[in-house]
């Protein structure tokens, strides 16, 4: 999984991992699963070309992302020209499955006969590793890149936000990660607060449902921003007050865009689920429970009705958290922790 010119956004924590392992000079070669109409050919043709990479090179490393996907690694090793030692990354869906399941099997597999285990984030992994009975693995924590300084706002965020009345929204539109819980929240919301908009980011299979309700209801003030490049969402991040992260996903391993939200001086508004519940707490945002009496329309509202003087100490408290994620941080300890493990190696 990689992103090309089609889906931009697909894939991005990968990319943007051989783009900072290159960046401090390693040599890195891409072999990736190219979309065709025939999934079991995309998927063949992936198998073929890893092995002609082996073959053909002399590498130190093979890093797999995506864990039941890249299980089959293990089965070639054999046609390396020398001995090689294997990172196992998992994001999150491609390991959180039904225990026994064949899915599970595959991810097994994989973290069993890696090397080093890779996760977004310390609760995620403590979840995962419980979930597979794995605990005689190196394991690292790696927030899939940490946040770049371009989401930093300079400004103190006192002159940025007085009240919350521009909500947002960045991520796919599917049902998993609470877009439609968030459209009806926000139509509630709206029939007793007009001045509110909400802004949206992100495409998805979802996406024509999506537009068909809000016709349907006649909703004003919903903007669609389609999909946006890694680099262009701290502006973004800039025009709106509050950042809403509805996921109903109950394992999401990270949500980095909760940490993104951190950095630009927005509140954040998130579901009490796994990963997000790494860095995010009473102190720095709005939690809310998915399954609980405190839901998304009540958090929305509570932050439409605070004060310039309850914001401030949440945002602070946010600035405070993200500068333990800063990618100049995370990235060089993720470095050294790699270059260790490969050329000095402990394992």
């Given at each position: 999984m990689y992103?090309?010119q089609?889906?931009?956004?697909?894939?991005i924590?990968?990319?943007?991992?051989?783009?900072?392992l290159?960046?401090?000079g390693?040599e890195?070669?891409v072999?990736?699963?190219?979309?065709?109409k025939?999934?079991?050919?995309?998927?063949?043709?992936?198998i073929?070309?890893?092995?002609?990479?082996?073959?053909?090179s002399?590498?130190?490393l093979?890093?797999?992302?995506?864990?039941s996907?890249?299980?089959?690694v293990h089965l070639?090793k054999a046609?390396?020209?020398?001995?090689?030692?294997?990172?196992c990354?998992?994001?999150?869906?491609?390991?959180v499955?039904?225990?026994?399941?064949?899915k599970?099997?595959l991810?097994?597999f994989?973290?069993k006969?890696?090397?080093?285990l890779?996760?977004?984030?310390?609760?995620?992994?403590?979840h995962?590793l419980s979930?597979?009975?794995i605990?005689?693995?190196?394991?690292?924590?790696?927030?899939?890149?940490g946040?770049n300084?371009?989401f930093?706002v300079?400004v103190?965020?006192?002159y940025?936000?007085?009240?919350?009345?521009n909500y947002?929204?960045?991520?796919?539109?599917?049902?998993e990660?609470?877009?439609?819980?968030l459209?009806?929240?926000f139509?509630?919301?709206?029939?007793?607060?007009?001045?509110?908009?909400?802004?949206?980011?992100?495409?998805?299979?979802?996406?024509?449902?999506?537009?068909?309700?809000?016709?349907?209801h006649?909703?004003?003030?919903v903007v669609?921003?389609?999909?946006?490049q890694q680099?262009?969402?701290?502006?973004?991040?800039?025009?709106?007050?509050?950042?809403?992260?509805?996921?109903?996903?109950?394992?999401e391993?990270?949500?980095?865009?909760?940490?993104?939200a951190?950095?630009?001086?927005?509140?954040?508004?998130?579901s009490?689920?796994?990963?997000p519940?790494?860095?995010?707490?009473?102190?720095?945002?709005?939690?809310?429970e998915?399954?609980?009496?405190?839901?998304?329309?009540?958090?929305?509202?509570?932050?439409y009705?605070?004060?310039?003087?309850?914001?401030?100490?949440?945002?602070?408290?946010?600035?405070?958290t993200?500068d333990?994620?800063?990618?100049?941080?995370v990235?060089n300890?993720f470095?050294?922790?790699?270059?260790?493990y490969?050329f000095?190696?402990?394992?």
């Amino acid at each position: 999984m990689y992103p090309n010119q089609k889906n931009p956004s697909f894939g991005i924590f990968v990319k943007n991992i051989v783009t900072e392992l290159s960046y401090r000079g390693s040599e890195v070669d891409v072999c990736c699963l190219q979309p065709y109409k025939i999934k079991s050919y995309s998927y063949i043709k992936f198998i073929f070309k890893f092995i002609l990479m082996i073959r053909r090179s002399n590498y130190d490393l093979v890093y797999t992302h995506f864990t039941s996907h890249t299980f089959f690694v293990h089965l070639f090793k054999a046609f390396s020209k020398k001995k090689l030692k294997f990172i196992c990354h998992s994001h999150g869906s491609d390991v959180v499955t039904k225990a026994n399941s064949f899915k599970y099997r595959l991810s097994k597999f994989n973290m069993k006969k890696s090397d080093v285990l890779v996760f977004p984030s310390d609760k995620f992994r403590d979840h995962i590793l419980s979930q597979y009975r794995i605990y005689d693995k190196k394991v690292i924590v790696y927030p899939s890149g940490g946040i770049n300084k371009d989401f930093y706002v300079s400004v103190d965020p006192k002159y940025k936000i007085k009240t919350i009345r521009n909500y947002g929204y960045v991520g796919r539109i599917i049902s998993e990660k609470g877009i439609f819980d968030l459209i009806t929240c926000f139509e509630k919301l709206k029939s007793i607060h007009e001045d509110v908009t909400l802004s949206i980011a992100g495409d998805g299979p979802g996406m024509t449902k999506l537009m068909e309700y809000i016709s349907k209801h006649e909703i004003k003030n919903v903007v669609f921003h389609g999909v946006i490049q890694q680099s262009k969402i701290p502006k973004f991040l800039e025009t709106i007050d509050c950042l809403v992260f509805p996921t109903k996903y109950e394992y999401e391993s990270l949500g980095l865009v909760g940490l993104e939200a951190f950095a630009s001086c927005n509140l954040l508004i998130v579901s009490d689920v796994l990963g997000p519940s790494s860095y995010a707490n009473k102190n720095n945002s709005l939690i809310y429970e998915l399954n609980g009496k405190n839901n998304l329309y009540d958090a929305m509202l509570k932050a439409y009705s605070m004060s310039q003087g309850e914001l401030i100490p949440l945002i602070n408290n946010a600035r405070k958290t993200v500068d333990r994620y800063t990618s100049l941080e995370v990235n060089n300890l993720f470095h050294k922790e790699i270059e260790e493990y490969v050329f000095y190696s402990r394992w």
